[in-house]
């Protein structure tokens, strides 16, 4: 049964963000608002004062949302006295206790408002004395004891969140990070599998940009198998990635260090040089697969498909391989021109490729990028790509899953 | 001389942040705002108007500030038409080209609005064609030539802000980095230093929690300037902290494995063991003191200037220390007992006290966390202590640079 | 059809590891060796010299080993005079060319050892001249003609290693880095299965260390898996785990901010205390089980399989659940206790307990670590548990596919 | 006075890398030692042995080294008998008390080897019974008690190492960092700045690659300051370090997001192309100094010393400059042709042009490789760059340090 309360809150409430928060915060609890008054703030030095009507499905739900709404500076229009309740066990809450934030805040106690004494968060509120002579300590849940009254629920009180500081000249920077390794990953495996669907259903194309990543990680058979599948439509990759399928093509099963066993990779480096020597001879990557010296892997399984790659190099390439720009402006060029249609971008274990591709993609073109590092996701949208959405996670794990999902692969 | 122009947006302008982003801009280029009109969506589906006229100190900050705003969705009033100039040079733009965003963007030629193609970012816009048969395309700089004609100046442009997606189902977040290494740090260590006088001079206490980093980076002496200077009123550490400071002490010098040498930080691990059980022998740190058994350090010089230290244990430790809490609830309760009076919080390579304070601290208390990997800063924050401030720099020179600032400390 | 060649080296051979790396490489390319000579240096300042016959299975195999050995100084005993070949196209070098390293070279060209100018790796060697007039260039492959005459083989050539700085003195270490996301996952998680397996049929035990990542990252469902089906004997973790799985339990679906969807993590903090606050209510974590309170996740599977858990706290800790050791030294106690048996420990997403775990540790228990920071695998064998071995990779995944190896295990 | 012991070990001491270990050990504990006997295992499967004498400098680093060698398999030829000591004070050692590792030890009590049960690293010895009848526990020094006989010295103890397992043919690997944060790094500046000094004393000169973190991090002073002094005498980089210092040479000051505030590196992000514009009109860099376009920055100050720089393009290059290569095969050979009498290299927040340098570098060329990311200066050696040494710093400070270390600049 939904019930309601009246909130309220006045400042730099729109350019400090705080209103904008508070609406945002009701809509995640799965509540709903309506602004019932808005007096704004002309210039920069005036305050605007807004009153919200915010609607929750139950109880609990708008206990919940209120102290949360509090910590964004909102409280209660008609805040009542606060309710309080002993506590029956050392070290026990009662169950509705009102869990504390770490910014000032005040209690009425018999129509007075009392501040909160050491404010700190997730505690209790514990209130010895009456009236004008309560006091109110925040006291942990491991050193509240029997017999100690304790603020319940969220009526009678109220919290006092700072101004923002107007200077806009510190240094500093308040922190707010949601790129994150600690997301439900399946999830998003699942997600981005949707989304590909979705757009190959509406007749757009896939585009992905890859790193090397893709082949030491040993996800190159999952990888094969979105190819054959058609969720690969274009690649966008560099040098190494092409250099490394080919020469683990090549050379993958001959010399005992091979990937396979899973060691190796530090050694026998002269192996990129000879694969990329032997497609030289070969005259291009096509040519290596007309003229069955290259016979597997991502790049002769993209030409198999008739699927279109762009390889652009870059100053540490050896080589390189036929098939690469070595002129950076001519390879932008070259990117450009296999937008038009694209749908859906993905990139994966790369940062140069994809800070370029985000360079020259429009903002209306979703885009997800997946690495195993937080900072490669962060640069990307540092760099003007705020569609990108980030999934920090592990590459071979990531590919095998979305195979699975996507087609049905299993590893053998 | 200032110079003034209206912008509008409108849509779900107050819960997307739009509002607060465009009047955050306003001041962010020392420019002015007067919010002319302002209505209100009530509910969450309605949609909100506003307009703003901005006001800036020049043409040149106006032109600026008006693409800033329609990248964030605003756009001008009264558009008027675009101003074509033509190129003089192959790969050279007029001086005041409009610079591109990768949003969908229109261009008003001859009294129609027509749709940029293929919008990509950090282009210029090439026109061709009049009017209702104009066509505007992205062209980056090395592909423009002399004889094209580019838009200029930020009249007769209209950017197009998607609509914030409602749903909110997104397992994926939009990203927004603001911890970085590449920040100014010399900048960032005065401002520090200015912190820490004012609250000085008001009355207030420095407080500072460290972790071993502190001893490994070589930073022991500059620390122990700060504390003779007065910078220091109380620390928090751990087991670690204390433990490498006295086995340095102890230990330095004596077995060719010193830190002047800068190697054998690995090798001669039973130092820290052997230095635990001195000290456990003396019976605390401070008899250790007394006892002219620890005679240098940054814990010696805390007992010789008579400041406080809590010292709280972890499951790692060896040993511990003595003056060690081994219950961490005590230790909490211990680390409480010293918070009146601090103004001031800095924390130092140290993540698991950095937080444990972090928990405890009223977010009145301003708090900065240095730390080299981004990560600790990230995480300080997201636990809930929003007034920190964060400092991604090594350990080690950020401490001899304070040292510097605030004492004159010169390292030997 | 096994070929063999003898080299040999000297110098500081064996305090430098260069013998030891050679031998190691014989090994790894699945060849075999004799030490023929081996004369030791008896003082740190005398040199050592070693002759060794290598065995390759075939003459590819021996040519790839010869240069590598080259590479850590060994050169051949009868080097022989360097073959050189046309080149008969532009940018392509003949198929078994010498592929350089970037050390001091010199080839031997009509009886004359002659200096490689400008090392480079990998590269070509093109000669121009004869005998004591040649000279030798490093050339990059997109720079090699038609009619070069190319270095082909590996006889003819001797690598010139630096001796090894003897003075000790340097601040500098040289770097090696085997810890890397960059490896195949999907074989590490069948090794770690293969392990688990073996060490279940010797009748012995598996003990997992854990994080609180492993409910974040929704791997609940997997790590239930593993639990049901036998392989996790004994869990050590802090309270933050046993925390987060205990109200994602009590409240994953009640308040629109569950895990099913992916977002909320950040808000909704409360939960977490009053989680903590229920289950001191309940007395205990089995308690909780038993009267119903708790039925789901982690915590409560390993109650019902009557498995031992070990909870030991942190200052950072709120709270902390009744079962938490707050004590960290009776926490040590408590987890050494649970040791006996114990034949295989991985650990998940935690650096604290991990640390803790391998202190107390003996060397002949296997131990994986298990990260998605790299930091935290290289941290743990630091502080010297040199038995680890680390898998950088997604905790959320990797229990995935290592329940579905061991278990069968497929997420709804 | 010089005291001296004999030890022995046995096995794969070769191939295992034991015997480089132990000699590396003694001559960091300033020791020395003569290897008095050593017989080779001649083929993988056989055994070698190694009698070895060190000599140290006085007893207490004769014991450490002992104790040391022990845990890398070594043990005294003639072990003699345990020394016993009895403990006076509950929870501390005595003063000599043999220090555990982790790995299976056995100590000899009246005659009888009696193994170490639960072994676990940084506990005491505690014995208790006879000879034959006798039992030896590790116990931490929290849980010693007044009255327990307690192992001193290394006599009487011996250290089981296990086998190197010998199949190669795990998937995991042994884990050794060296890369490290935890350094002391003042001293790090300082061995930099020696180099410097004799590298130019010596006639040769200095190569700096960077990345465009120097300009964001505010010391371009210091490195100008730098040029000054002569020290920077070829200087390779990409668009992005030479676009960002023009543009904060150009529009440093003007709008209001300048460096010296600390704020607007994400915003007024149309500024860099801008700058490129400019330069382009310019015809470049040179020109634009000639023309009193560019009056300060790194690049100007590079143009009006006379050195020489090569900048390389990349794919996410905008612009470029005119200055850039955009064929990255011509820029390498650009690279290439600087190369000669470069006596060091230094590479400061970059990646990709480090590493694209280390690919044309010979090993002779000392080369120091500073950024804040581990990763960074770990993938430069990955890729075959074994001589590079690691610094990971803050660069704004490492600059600021040098630059007052080499020239005496001081930040105004």
Chains 1, 2, 3, 4 share one sequence.
Request: hydrophobic residues 45%; glycine residues 10%.
């Amino acid at each position: 049964m939904a019930v309601t309360e009246s909130v309220e809150l006045r400042g730099h409430i729109i350019d400090s963000g705080m209103l904008s928060r508070l609406l945002d915060d009701v809509l995640d609890l799965d509540s709903d608002y309506v602004i019932e008054r808005f007096d704004v703030g002309k210039r920069p030095e005036d305050e605007s004062y807004a009153r919200v009507v915010v609607t929750a499905p139950d109880e609990a739900t708008l206990f919940s949302l209120v102290m949360r709404l509090q910590s964004h500076g909102a409280n209660l229009v008609d805040p009542g006295e606060a309710l309080l309740r002993t506590v029956d066990k050392d070290g026990v809450f009662p169950e509705d206790f009102y869990s504390t934030t770490n910014l000032d805040t005040q209690v009425r106690i018999g129509g007075h408002w009392v501040d909160v004494e050491s404010p700190e968060m997730d505690c209790g509120l514990v209130v010895t004395g009456e009236a004008e002579h309560a006091r109110v300590r925040t006291v942990p849940v491991s050193d509240v004891r029997a017999g100690d009254r304790v603020v319940c629920g969220s009526r009678g009180v109220k919290v006092l969140v700072p101004p923002k500081d107007a200077s806009g000249e510190s240094v500093f920077e308040f922190m707010n990070s949601v790129v994150s390794s600690e997301k439900p990953q399946a999830l998003q495996v699942r997600q981005v599998a949707d989304q590909m669907r979705a757009v190959k259903a509406a007749g757009r194309t896939v585009l992905w940009v890859a790193g090397p990543a893709v082949v030491h990680t040993g996800a190159t058979p999952a990888f094969s198998a979105l190819i054959a599948a058609g969720y690969v439509d274009v690649l966008f990759a560099g040098n190494a990635l092409a250099t490394h399928d080919i020469e683990s093509a090549l050379f993958g099963t001959s010399l005992g260090v091979d990937l396979s066993k899973g060691s190796g990779v530090e050694h026998g480096h002269e192996h990129h040089i000879r694969a990329i020597n032997r497609v030289r001879a070969a005259g291009s990557i096509a040519n290596a697969v007309a003229t069955g010296v290259l016979t597997s892997g991502v790049m002769h399984d993209m030409v198999k498909a008739g699927k279109p790659f762009v390889l652009v190099g870059s100053v540490r390439d050896d080589g390189p391989l036929p098939d690469v720009y070595t002129d950076v402006i001519e390879g932008q060029r070259a990117m450009r021109a296999e937008l038009p249609g694209v749908g859906f971008a993905i990139m994966v274990a790369t940062m140069l490729h994809a800070i370029a591709t985000g360079n020259i993609l429009p903002a209306s073109v979703p885009l997800v990028c997946v690495d195993i590092n937080p900072a490669t996701v962060t640069k990307l949208s540092d760099r003007g790509s705020a569609q990108a959405t980030g999934i920090v996670t592990d590459i071979g794990l990531f590919l095998e899953q979305l195979a699975q999902e996507l087609t049905g692969y299993h590893r053998a």
